[in-house]
Nanobody, 125 residues
Framework: VQLQASGGGLVQTGGSLRLSCVASVTGKIINMVTMAWYRQAPGKQRELVASMSNGGSSDYANSVKGRFTISRDNAKNTVYLQMNSLKPEDTGVYYC??????????????????WGQGTLVTVSS
């Protein structure tokens, strides 16, 4: 499984960006309970920004509530993060996360957690 994130860039305060992350697999995904976005600002630990279950329930960091919206397209194994009213403190590398259960070569279920390569978001003041 590979997670490919895209959509980062440089934006001014108050601007918007939309991040996308596609989970690519060679086998069959049986289930993917959680898809999420984390971010890591310079000198800080990685933190959860938003997550969404395969049932559609979502959770947000307090700092982004009302400004960011997470969504996912289960048929495309893709998660999105719409970021509006961006602030300089939103600057960081954004990583997507997923926990797919796939069908192994012998018919076994293989559960694992994956991270994307990160996409840089820079918000200028």
């Amino acid at each position: 499984v590979q997670l490919q994130a895209s959509g980062g860039g440089l934006v001014q305060t108050g601007g918007s960006l939309r991040l996308s992350c596609v989970a690519s697999v060679t086998g069959k995904i049986i289930n993917m309970v959680t898809m999420a976005w984390y971010r890591q600002a310079p000198g800080k630990q990685r933190e959860l920004v938003a997550s969404m279950s395969n049932g559609g329930s979502s959770d947000y960091a307090n700092s982004v509530k009302g400004r960011f919206t997470i969504s996912r397209d289960n048929a495309k194994n893709t998660v999105y993060l719409q970021m509006n009213s961006l602030k300089p403190e939103d600057t960081g590398v954004y990583y997507c996360y997923a926990d797919p259960t796939t069908l192994g070569p012998f018919g076994e279920l293989v559960a694992a957690k994956y991270w994307g390569q990160g996409t840089l978001v820079t918000v200028s003041s």
